[in-house]
Every structure is written in C-alpha cells, then in structure tokens.
C-alpha cells in the first residue's frame, strides 16, 4: 500500500526565508538580458512584418533562461520592445505598484545600425 504524502503550511511569507539564492536578483538576469540579446539580436536587421514574432520568440527565450535560475516563487513578467532606427529619440516608461522589499526587474537596451531592442524583466514575488 502507497503511503500518502501529506503537505503542511511554511507560514514562509518571504524570499528571505528560502534562501538568498530565492529572492530576485537584478544583477543575474541582467547578465541573461545581456547574452541572450547579443546573441540573438546582433546580425538581426529590422522587418517590420517580423518584428512581432521576433519579439514574442525573444521574450519566451528569456522567460525559460531566467527560469533556469530558479525564481520559483516569482511570476515573472516581460516585456520586449524592436523598433526601427532611423535617428529618432525613444524614451520608455513604466510604472509599478509592488513591494520593494521583495520585487524587483532588470532591464537591457541593444541597438545595431538598423534597430533598437529594449527588454524589460520584472519579477513579482508570489505567496
């Protein structure tokens, strides 16, 4: 007969209480942001009709490599912007309502002679 695996309550409330390695740490997903953008966007010249599913593909490539760091108790939301540049300025803004003792985002800008990408990573921590 199987025995029942039965699961209690941590009351853990906190990154803290799992470890230092569990609680967001901008500089490690900073590093993913910088190489996973290199990598993919370096010979990359701007499309505009495959703009859109560059981006799509890029942002579910960050997701599973800031996953491998093992954010298990963080949604994580990302947000990837390619745009043409022909010598205009771009300023993007964002705005957030979270708890700053356990949330936190990176972000990285990459630009080549025919395009602009910004990623923004956020990650929210979850009970």
């Not at 990459?110 to 009970?127: D, H, I, P």
């Amino acid at each position: 007969m199987a025995k029942e695996i039965l699961h209690e309550n941590t009351f853990i409330t906190d990154p803290e209480g799992y470890g230092d390695a569990a609680k967001f740490q901008r500089h490690k997903v900073q590093a993913v942001l910088k190489q996973v953008l290199k990598e993919r966007m370096e010979k990359q010249k701007y499309d505009p009709v495959k703009g859109a599913q560059i981006a799509k593909q890029l942002a579910d490539d960050l997701r599973e490599k800031v996953k491998i760091l093992g954010y298990d108790r963080y949604k994580l939301v990302i947000q990837v912007t390619i745009g043409q540049k022909i010598g205009q300025a771009m300023r993007i803004v964002s705005r957030c309502l979270w708890d700053t003792t356990t949330d936190n985002f990176a972000s990285e800008y990459f630009e080549n002679e025919s395009l602009y990408c910004v990623c923004q990573v956020y990650g929210l921590y979850y009970e």
